[in-house]
């Protein structure tokens, strides 16, 4: 075999970014993915004209001029503005919660009536130090809000009571008091023109890349092949989960193609309530302004998480971060092993963070 600076374990956006910088440093990678696809988690499935996001909805959404400007060096991206919307027992609510969903929820059109209603409610049902999900949420928005449109949402999201869920999981809920429906603050936001395997074609073009392997199957040869592995798939795997597994929550997505132009005349709904199994569904075209005969709908579901399903979010309680610190430990002890990306640190990043997270280990990788 070939022999390579560089053995990156994992296409999706962490592994590409570094990838493309080594390479741009004149080293020569090798990119492998057990999946039979690049892009990772932000691959699109192009059906029918229409790019569906196989493993959820994915706005790109950055502040930072220059991680801007770096994507935008593989595609051009529309103007796409995030304006979810949540179905709670039969009505129809704008997010994140402003000017309009409080005109939904109690028919008041003033900023001043709104923040009488949400301080009233704060202060009757708040608590001054929340023990738990359900006890913060009432503290930063009320009742009426919490109960519409956070309790039963969240619940299904983790497959447990808001009561069981601790506080932290909500560090602010963003209540505005302007009509405005954009989900983000951030300066930039889009969607790739052409879908987000243009950026990953762009970031490995030249690059050497095998999909279908996985690294553990075959990991004596794929180590001999380079001189370093830049690891981006479970940490706790790579340690042949020596202390323990890593918990998550997983997700099923259900994809459906229909003969209908339109199907919610939004790209993201919400589903509120426990009594439908779903959290969300997608209307991919609405990502891109689509004028397709048709459409393709995908419902997802949040799953208890199991070795063999994907792993989505991690579980961020004491326990986790115990058993994640210990294999950080062990990680830093290795001289020709960079982790990186959401499964090795064992972290939810967004794609800009993870993209900012990759240039970041590159610098630090090529300087010396
Ligand atoms: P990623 O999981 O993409 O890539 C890791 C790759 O490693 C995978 O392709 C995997 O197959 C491969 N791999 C693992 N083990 C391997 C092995 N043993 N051998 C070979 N290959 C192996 N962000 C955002 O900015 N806006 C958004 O709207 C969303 N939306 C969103 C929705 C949902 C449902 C989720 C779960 C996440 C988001 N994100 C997001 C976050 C976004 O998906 C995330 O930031 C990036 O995909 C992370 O890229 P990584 O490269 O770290 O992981």
Known sequence: MQKYDYLIVGAGLFGCVFAHEATKKGKKCLVIDKRNHIGGNVYCENIDGINVHK?????????????????????S????????????????????????????????????????????????????????????????????????????????QWGTKATNLPAFI????????????????DAYQGIPIGGYNKIIDGLLEGIDVKTNVDFFKDKNTLIDSANKIVFTGKIDEFYNYKYGQLEYRSLRFEHEYLKSENFQGNAVVNYNDTNVAHT??????????????????????????S?????????????????????????????????????????YYDMHQIIASALQKAKQEFSS
């Open 55 to 75: 493993y959820g909805a994915h706005i790109f959404h950055t502040n930072d001029k220059a991680i801007w400007d770096y994507v935008n060096q593989f595609a």
């Open 77 to 156: 991206f529309n103007n796409y503005i995030n304006s979810p919307l949540s179905i709670s027992k039969g009505k129809l609510y704008n997010l994140p919660f402003n000017m309009n969903t409080f005109y939904q929820l109690w028919g008041i059109k003033t900023p001043n009536e709104a923040k009488e209603i949400i301080d009233k409610q704060i202060k009757e049902y708040g608590f001054k130090t929340p023990q738990n999900l359900e006890e913060q949420a009432l503290s930063l928005v009320g009742k009426d809000i919490y109960e519409a449109l956070i309790k039963e949402y969240t619940e299904k």
């Open 170 to 185: 909500i560090k602010r809920l963003p209540v505005r008091y302007t009509f405005n429906n954009n989900y983000f603050n």
């Open 280 to 305: 969300r569904i997608i209307e991919h075209k609405h990502f891109e302004f689509g004028k397709q005969k048709h459409t393709v709908i995908t419902r997802e579901y949040p799953e208890k998480w």
């Open 307 to 347: 070795l063999e399903k994907e792993a989505y979010y991690p579980i961020n309680n004491n326990e986790n971060q115990t058993t994640y610190q210990q294999y950080k430990a062990l990680s830093l002890q290795e001289n020709n092993i960079i982790f990186g990306g959401r499964l090795a640190e064992y972290k």
